[in-house]
Nanobody
Framework: QVQLRESGGGLVQPGGSLTLSCTTSMEIVTTYTMGWYRQTPGTVREWVATITPSGSTNYVDDAKGRFFVSKDAAKKTLYLQMNSLKSEDTAVYYC?????????WGQGTKVTVSS
């Protein structure tokens, strides 16, 4: 059973930064493709960033140069560093872990970008 627990969400002003964390197990961090998604009310969940077991990263165009995904196996944690935040980044952010056809999700952490 894959367990993922996000934290780090909150209220931040436009232009500010925030780092999200997703705590799981070392096996998940080192052998699963992990990622971040976000969702606003009434919309589909949107992919934001991915990091493979080898550490390769990929981002949605809007996040490139502003968001950075990383992981620390010793801390069993996935991170999403978000910079230059915009109001449009307001959403619930979800951590995901995928291997083969199975994808697991965390419960989400809310990010609000507002002055």
């Amino acid at each position: 059973q894959v367990q993922l627990r996000e934290s780090g969400g909150g209220l931040v002003q436009p232009g500010g930064s925030l780092t999200l964390s997703c705590t799981t197990s070392m096996e998940i961090v080192t052998t699963y493709t992990m990622g971040w998604y976000r969702q606003t009310p009434g919309t589909v969940r949107e992919w934001v960033a991915t990091i493979t077991p080898s550490g390769s990263t990929n981002y949605v165009d809007d996040a490139k140069g502003r968001f950075f995904v990383s992981k620390d196996a010793a801390k069993k944690t996935l991170y999403l560093q978000m910079n230059s935040l915009k109001s449009e980044d307001t959403a619930v952010y979800y951590c995901s872990a995928r291997r083969a056809l199975d994808t697991s999700w965390g419960q989400g952490t809310k990010v609000t970008v507002s002055s």
